[in-house]
């Protein structure tokens, strides 16, 4: 099994911390984000990790981590990024965005999942985002589950709050069959949607969100499995994000507040 971190992008929300930084090198707790999640995965036994760089790529040096560089981050997203390692689609992959941390527990869960196209939820994620935004309807997309606790939407921002499941976290897994899927599917967008809007977000192909990708697999037919959470993650996504986490521990209570584990 592979693991691929997103860090390609700008991270123009933490523009005050990030000017000639990615973001998943900010530094917490003595480590950077991606350092801990590098740590992270092979605490569980992941060796094989690659990390997509594109904003100040130089920044981002690991030894033992293979890299890939998505030259046009300035005007693509998270989609474009994994799809410039589509070379490495050739084995069970987990995928994490390079702005959060996630337990021990959620990662060996995930490891284990056995279908094709597996997204980490959050079930108790109002609590996070009151201890975050002091509110729950700010900063929302939409996420509906069905019985068999599989996605059949996701990814409009700003929904009724009632009308979300959970909490999407940017943490998936995708089989190596699942792979070649998404691939062929991305081809036949590539041609279709270059200049054209493709799923929610509204945004032609290469600046799609993984949250379309996800819409995409599920019109198609495909079966995207929620694998359901209770916290067990952070993300450092604006200025505030990062200087709260930052507080909460210095002051030792971010298992208190949001039940996370570093």
């Given at each position: 099994?592979?693991?691929?971190?997103?860090?390609?992008?700008?991270?123009?929300?933490?523009?005050?911390?990030?000017?000639?930084?990615?973001?998943?090198?900010?530094?917490?707790?003595?480590?950077?984000?991606?350092?801990?999640?590098?740590?992270?995965?092979?605490?569980?036994?992941?060796?094989?990790?690659?990390?997509?760089?594109?904003?100040?790529?130089?920044?981002?040096?690991?030894?033992?981590?293979?890299?890939?560089?998505?030259?046009?981050?300035?005007?693509?997203?998270?989609?474009?990024?994994?799809?410039?390692?589509?070379?490495?689609?050739?084995?069970?992959?987990?995928?994490s965005y390079s702005d959060i941390l996630f337990e021990e527990e959620m990662l060996r869960?995930?490891?284990?999942?056995?279908?094709?196209?597996?997204?980490?939820?959050?079930?108790?994620?109002?609590?996070?985002?009151?201890?975050?935004?002091?509110?729950?309807?700010?900063?929302?997309?939409?996420?509906?589950?069905?019985?068999?606790?599989?996605?059949?939407?996701?990814?409009?921002?700003?929904?009724?709050?009632?009308?979300?499941?959970?909490?999407?976290?940017?943490?998936?897994?995708?089989?190596?069959?699942?792979?070649?899927?998404?691939?062929?599917?991305?081809?036949?967008?590539?041609?279709?949607?270059?200049?054209?809007?493709?799923?929610?977000?509204?945004?032609?192909?290469?600046?799609?969100?993984?949250?379309?990708?996800?819409?995409?697999?599920?019109?198609?037919?495909?079966?995207?499995?929620?694998?359901?959470?209770?916290?067990?993650?952070?993300?450092?996504?604006?200025?505030?994000?990062?200087?709260?986490?930052?507080?909460?521990?210095?002051?030792?209570?971010?298992?208190?507040?949001?039940?996370?584990?570093?």
């Amino acid at each position: 099994m592979k693991a691929v971190i997103l860090a390609a992008g700008q991270g123009t929300r933490l523009k005050k911390y990030t000017e000639n930084l990615p973001k998943g090198m900010l530094t917490f707790m003595g480590k950077t984000i991606i350092s801990r999640q590098i740590e992270m995965y092979r605490k569980c036994g992941i060796e094989d990790i690659i990390v997509v760089r594109g904003f100040a790529a130089e920044k981002i040096s690991y030894e033992g981590v293979r890299y890939y560089t998505n030259e046009d981050y300035a005007n693509t997203n998270m989609v474009e990024s994994l799809m410039t390692a589509k070379i490495e689609f050739d084995e069970d992959m987990l995928v994490s965005y390079s702005d959060i941390l996630f337990e021990e527990e959620m990662l060996r869960t995930m490891m284990k999942a056995s279908a094709d196209y597996v997204v980490a939820v959050d079930d108790n994620w109002k609590e996070y985002w009151k201890k975050r935004y002091g509110r729950i309807d700010y900063d929302t997309e939409s996420l509906s589950i069905d019985e068999n606790n599989h996605i059949v939407e996701l990814g409009l921002e700003n929904p009724k709050v009632q009308d979300i499941d959970a909490r999407y976290v940017g943490l998936l897994k995708f089989s190596k069959e699942g792979l070649k899927s998404i691939e062929a599917l991305m081809e036949n967008a590539y041609r279709k949607y270059e200049d054209e809007p493709w799923q929610q977000s509204g945004k032609p192909v290469r600046k799609a969100y993984m949250t379309d990708l996800l819409n995409a697999l599920i019109e198609s037919g495909k079966k995207v499995e929620a694998k359901r959470f209770c916290n067990g993650w952070i993300e450092f996504d604006t200025n505030e994000d990062y200087e709260k986490a930052c507080e909460w521990a210095e002051n030792g209570n971010i298992q208190e507040l949001i039940e996370f584990t570093i």
